[in-house]
């Protein structure tokens, strides 16, 4: 069964730093591309930044590009999102998300697992 699970959201105030990580278990790893979403009250849920199997293939959203960065570790299992110089507006729900294709996606209908999401708040 896989499972995806996120920690590191909490409360920060704008301008500062915050690391999401996302645990998966269940699959083989490297054969996932993988990508973080967030989804803000009465909004959609939206692309943040995926990335290739190999780590040399990564793409951001407009409004993330130049702050957020997306990594992972294949020996761990693990994908992070390092996301630095925060606005209020980046306040959501973090979603990480797995892609059974080593390609990368913006769609999250192209994305079959989930995990329960992690709350990023940043106050101004």
């Known amino acids: 069964q896989v499972q995806l699970v996120e920690s590191g959201g909490g409360l920060v105030q704008a301008g500062g730093s915050l690391r999401l990580s996302c645990a998966a278990s269940?699959?083989?790893?490297?054969?996932?591309?993988m990508g973080w979403f967030r989804q803000a009250p009465e909004k959609e849920r939206e692309f943040v930044a995926t990335?290739?199997?190999?780590?040399?293939?990564?793409y951001y959203a407009d409004s993330v590009r130049g702050r957020f960065t997306i990594s992972r570790d294949n020996g761990k299992n693990t994908v992070y999102l390092q996301m630095n110089t925060l606005k209020p507006e980046d306040t959501a729900v973090y979603y990480c998300?797995?892609?059974?294709?080593?390609?990368?996606?913006?769609?999250?209908?192209?994305?079959?697992?989930w995990g329960q999401g992690t709350q990023v708040t940043v106050s101004s």
């Open positions: 998300a797995a892609r059974t294709s080593v390609a990368v996606s913006t769609r999250k209908d192209q994305y079959r697992h």
């Open positions: 269940g699959l083989t790893f490297s054969n996932y591309a």
């Open positions: 990335i290739r199997w190999s780590d040399s293939d990564t």
